[in-house]
């Protein structure tokens, strides 16, 4: 019987762990075998669970392994046929009416990592209730003797069923974007799936509103490219020079499960999660005549609250994790939601991030507007003024981040800042609210071994030294 040391935790985003320390066959048995009687022990197992995976390294192999065990569980499993976006995989949880999913995936981070996303009925992100009692199951598991059935046996025996709910997930999408306008249009798209898994399904749902699609790093590469598999500024350099060189209306990317994605503009300009959360919420309700809230965390820019407040509605503020988004778009009936990171979700779709969708909707705002994405942000904040984030990642050891943790959250220190003070909230990390209306947030990460340091301000320059000042305070 093999002891286990290394304790499975949830982060913001799941079960993330590198690769051949803790993400190992015997750590996937187990957290899988934990799942097994949790559902048991819930009255479900019978209904089954479905399994997909991304392109990373092992991740089509820890399906089948995750798979083994629930059906010598007695589980019946359907394993998507492909490696398969994330939010196709939620949107098949809620499609078949399951009580769980998983996909194997670790998102955007390392090619070196990976991970398990647990999904719960309708095709939700595992709330902290659910992965706090999952944790609970693994404790007891970790010594647990493992009963797996083989795979190829599981599949003559129709304990394991192969599916491909592609189509309709493409299809849900279609009926929901206005892809009479898109062929009208006639636009040129640049897609970007950073290596991962979103080609087919956006390149498709694009191509069938007629747009000109091009793509570039559609390949499968475990390494994705010697880059993070995270569409940001840094990373969407070969994106930026397409776009521009072939004169595309729009580029389009997304990280390694699809479940966020990054924008450049027709102009070469990366556009910023901030900004095409303001950009979808305004076309929504102004453009849609959606009525409803937005809701963002507390590392997410503000002026969706100065936007909200300019259509007569309001935005409301949860801590980082993007369950806690999924959450409160529920209480509230939300027209959207989302995070300074790309991740977004909108009402009526799944409750999950859902990078294909998030861009469907862009290139229907540009087909719809006959403008450029450019320009309606440009009247947006002619109308509200503009704001400028700065962001600081640090890495940590144990002893820096129990330092930081007395010094902010136990003593409830702060640097001396050069714009004055208003508030400071504790509600997820340490938020420093200011009076000229910026604020500036610092918390550790949820899925990587990083402190985190935003700050939004009426100027970069602004944003950047407060940034400063709390990482030399904080001495990171």
């Not at 499993?77 to 998983?102: C, E």
């Not at 947006?380 to 990642?393: F, N, Q, S």
Request: glycine letters at 8%.
């Amino acid at each position: 019987m093999i002891s286990i040391m290394n304790p499975i935790k949830f982060g913001t985003g799941g079960w993330r762990a590198i690769i051949g320390d803790e993400f190992t066959r015997r750590h996937v048995q187990v957290f899988t075998y934990a799942l097994c009687q949790k559902m048991k022990d819930e009255g479900v197992l019978n209904r089954g669970v479905i399994i997909g995976y991304d392109r990373r390294f092992l991740s089509d192999i820890a399906a089948h392994w995750a798979a083994e065990v629930f059906a010598a569980a007695g589980c019946p499993v359907r394993i998507v046929k492909h490696a398969a976006p994330t939010p196709l995989i939620m949107f098949a949880v809620k499609l078949f009416d399951l009580h769980y999913g998983l996909a194997i995936t670790a998102s955007h981070n390392p090619a070196i990592w990976n991970g398990i996303k647990l999904f719960t009925r309708g095709g939700r992100d595992a709330d902290e209730k659910q992965t706090a009692m999952m944790e609970k199951y693994i404790d007891k598991a970790y010594n647990a003797e493992i009963p797996i059935v083989d795979y190829q046996e599981g599949l003559k025996r129709g304990q394991i069923s192969v599916i491909d709910p592609l189509n309709s997930y493409i299809d849900s999408i279609l009926t929901a974007i206005d892809t009479e306008a898109i062929r009208n249009a006639e636009l040129n798209v640049v897609l970007d799936p950073m290596f991962g898994v979103s080609k087919t399904s956006l390149q498709t749902i694009l191509m069938t509103a007629r747009c000109n699609v091009d793509v570039i790093h559609e390949r499968r590469d475990t390494l994705f490219g010697g880059r993070m598999p995270s569409p940001s500024s840094g990373t969407l350099d070969a994106l930026k020079t397409f776009v521009v060189e072939n004169e595309a209306d729009i580029g389009i990317a997304t990280d390694g499960d699809a479940d966020r994605l990054g924008v450049i503009d027709e102009k070469g300009r990366f556009l910023h999660p901030n900004e095409i959360l303001v950009l979808l919420y305004y076309y929504l309700v102004k453009y849609k005549g959606w009525k409803g809230p937005v809701v963002r965390n507390l590392a997410t820019t503000h002026l969706l609250d100065r936007v909200a407040e300019h259509l007569g509605e309001v935005c409301y503020e949860v801590p980082v994790g993007f369950k806690h988004i999924s959450s409160k778009m529920l209480e509230t009936d939300a027209v959207i939601g989302g995070e300074s990171s790309g991740g977004l979700t909108v009402r009526g779709h799944i409750a999950g991030k859902d990078g294909i969708y998030a861009a469907s909707l862009l290139v229907e705002m540009m087909a719809v507007t006959g403008r450029k994405l450019s320009v309606i942000y440009k009247e947006i904040t002619d109308m509200l003024g503009e704001v400028y984030m700065a962001e600081k990642d640090y890495k940590f050891n144990a002893d820096v981040k129990s330092s930081v943790v007395k010094l902010l959250m136990a003593d409830k220190k702060l640097p001396m800042f050069d714009v004055e003070v208003e508030r400071v909230s504790y509600m997820d990390g340490c938020k420093v609210f200011f009076k000229n209306g910026g604020w500036l947030i610092a918390r550790f990460s949820g899925t990587e071994p990083l402190i985190r340091i935003f700050c939004e301000m009426p100027s970069i320059e602004l944003a950047d030294r407060q940034c400063n000042l709390m990482k030399e305070f904080l001495g990171v």
